[in-house]
């Protein structure tokens, strides 16, 4: 449900792998492009044209058999009617919702479908959609590095947690996590970092650690992120390959050089070839999920008293821009660097 980057990705890998996958999506000229020419996997997995079942939402109105499992890959503003949309098609009474999705959104789904009809998936590649019927493949992949974290919303280790871990790991690497909710903050870190500063700057993935500037509000609103979630009962995961704790101690002055020089050399032009997601919506003149991101962070720490001024900054000025008549520029960040700390 949502055959955007993430979705189309993984619905054409799974269909290469021999598996029975409907895509539905919203974007009418992108389902009809994969009806007539098959849906185009390119980028660092290799070149592809997968023949898939794609159908705009109307025509599931035609859908028989029910499904064993619904992967959720729409905006996070999308989340309710998504999952009310695709609720019905679930098998009785054993069939699982599980978001794909960024943001915090499992509890969302679970009060649609039911609790024990949900589970969560941590993503942790880069992919992208610029034009439709071709999802690319961004990041570079290494031997070793998880792409797929699934988890039961309990934390437990159960057989269709482990079943669903087998079928994605067609896709790329995939680990069933005990912990979903570290793994989604940390998550919901990364894509604070990075997300809406893309999106008000036009920096690429691989631009973004290149540029001192963004590095420090890269640290300063993981920091602000680590605090909430900490205050919040959650164990936050490493964020991207970093221990939560450094952020926090950079962004009071301790190891600052160090793990800004770190963040560098893993900006490399050469790590990544894309555009994160909220660039992409904002080149495409597309609503933001800036909200469901730092805006998250930002209201969960209104809640538990944790001050967010950094993410609060960055929602307030990514709002300042009307959707679909802005364009990205450096410039853009310059009212985020005078909230910053002398």
Same mark, same amino acid.
């Given at each position: ?55 705009h ?45 960024n ?8 009060a ?17 959609l ?9 990041? +570079?992949? $290494? ?8 988890? /039961? *919303?309990? %934390? ?5 947690a @482990? &079943? ?6 067609h ?31 036009g ?21 602000e ?27 009071e ?10 963040m ?15 660039? +992409?919506? $904002? ?6 999920e800036?909200? /469901? *991101?730092n %805006?998250?962070v930002?209201?969960?720490? @209104? &809640? ?37 700390p002398?």
């Amino acid at each position: 449900m949502g055959a955007g980057a993430i979705g189309a990705n993984v619905g054409g890998r799974l269909t290469q792998a021999g598996y029975d996958v409907t895509l539905i999506d919203q974007w009418p000229q992108h389902v009809d492009a994969m009806k007539a020419r098959g849906l185009r996997l390119s980028g660092t997995a290799g070149d592809h044209v997968v023949p898939v079942r794609a159908l705009h939402l109307h025509e599931a109105q035609a859908i028989r058999d029910p499904f064993d499992a619904v992967f959720l890959a729409v905006k996070s503003y999308d989340t309710e009617w998504a999952t009310m949309f695709a609720v019905r098609f679930l098998r009785e009474p054993d069939g699982v919702i599980v978001s794909f999705q960024n943001g915090i959104n499992d509890e969302r789904v679970a009060a649609i479908a039911g609790r024990g009809r949900t589970l969560g998936c941590v993503i942790t590649f880069g992919a992208g959609l610029y034009e439709p019927g071709h999802a690319l493949r961004t990041d +570079q992949i $290494v031997e070793g590095r998880v792409n797929f974290k699934i988890g /039961e *919303l309990d %934390g437990r280790r159960t057989d269709r947690a @482990r &079943r669903l871990a087998e079928i994605v790991n067609h896709v790329g690497p995939t680990e069933v996590t005990s912990n979903l909710a570290g793994e989604r903050w940390a998550k919901l870190a990364q894509n604070a970092m990075g997300n809406a500063i893309a999106g008000l700057s036009g920096y690429g993935s691989a631009q973004l650690r290149t540029v001192p500037l963004v590095r420090r509000l890269e640290i300063y609103i993981a920091a602000e992120t680590v605090r909430v979630a900490r205050a919040a009962g959650v164990d936050i995961a490493p964020i991207t390959g970093i221990a939560p704790q450094r952020y926090v101690d950079a962004s009071e002055g301790r190891g600052f050089a160090e793990l800004d020089a770190e963040m560098a050399r893993r900006g490399s032009p050469a790590t990544d070839l894309g555009r994160p997601s909220l660039l +992409q919506d $904002v080149l495409r003149g597309r609503r933001t999920e800036v909200v /469901e *991101l730092n %805006g998250q962070v930002a209201a969960e720490g @209104r &809640r538990l008293g944790v001050p967010t001024p950094v993410n609060e900054a960055v929602v307030r000025e990514m709002n300042r821009h009307t959707v679909g008549e802005f364009t990205p520029d450096p410039r853009h960040l310059e009212p985020l660097a005078r909230v910053l700390p002398e």
